[in-house]
């Protein structure tokens, strides 16, 4: 199938099923090629705009590293790096290298590779289920999600130029969405609840490669509310440096979530998001953090 064949098929997939497109996105397969290094390779969905959302990466690397660790050490942390832009159009390779097997934690680096170049680059850390100190910040009050006001289905997410409807996950913004053009009120934080569209198998990898997959979803959005910007800001420029996250307890990505946010610094053309996320019971099930560049020239600058 030639990359424009799988863009359509994709394009016809992700609109009447995006939840499945998803689970076929994260089911990255092994390859016979062999070095020193556990091999896969996968796709990626079809983006109008071209390019990876970095949370699909994300996800995938979770799918390729857990792939090499066995089923009683599930992944607790990661730390990547976006190097490059990916190309939705192109396949990709990712690459495991067994950093270390111990007792109780392992530790793999993961390699994401489009054209022999890297684009992605992870370290993740695994550990058996150990009894030990057990405590949690409390979750914030805020209103449920039924009662908050659904996105418009019809409406276009202004970095994908996808329809909100053809998106795997639906999203409540508890105090609005940032996808208008009228700025906002000044404040570094907000909370957005989240779900898959649809129940997925009771796989804990699956869901947890979707919790990552999540975590990458509206944190910068922390960012330009402290300075009253939107989406639709004009010559806004925004793109992912780093993503750290730490998986706490298990949670199934197909009930509602709340993804608590706060930016507690931006400077030099750098913003700091981080994220804490918890179950509708209120249980804190992982931490995220993540910088981005973020830019926004002045109107009248000359266009870089």
Known sequence: MTNSDQSTAGTTEHASDPVGSLIEVLSIASSDARTTEDIFTG????MPLG??????VLGQSVVAASRTVSEDRPIHSMHGYFLRPGDSSRGLTFSVDRLRDGRSFSA????????GVPIFSMIASFQTDDAGLDHAEPMPDVPAPEALVPQESDQLH???????????????????????????????HQSVWMRLRRPLPADPLLHRAMLAYLS??????????AHGLTWRTPRLNVASL???MWWHRPAAVDDWLLYTQDSPSARGGRGLATGRIYTREGELVASVAQEIMVRVPPTDAPAA
């Open 108 to 115: 793999r680096r993961t390699q994401a590779y489009q054209e």
């Open 43 to 46: 796709d990626s969905h079809a």
């Open 51 to 56: 390019r990876i959302y970095g949370g699909q």
């Open 158 to 188: 202004p970095l994908s130029m996808r329809s909100i409807s053809e998106l795997p996950v639906e999203v409540r913004h508890v105090p609005g969405t940032l996808f208008e053009s009228e700025a906002v009120i000044p404040e570094p």
């Open 242 to 244: 780093d993503h750290a």
């Open 216 to 225: 990458d979803m509206t944190i910068q959005e922390s960012i330009l509310r």
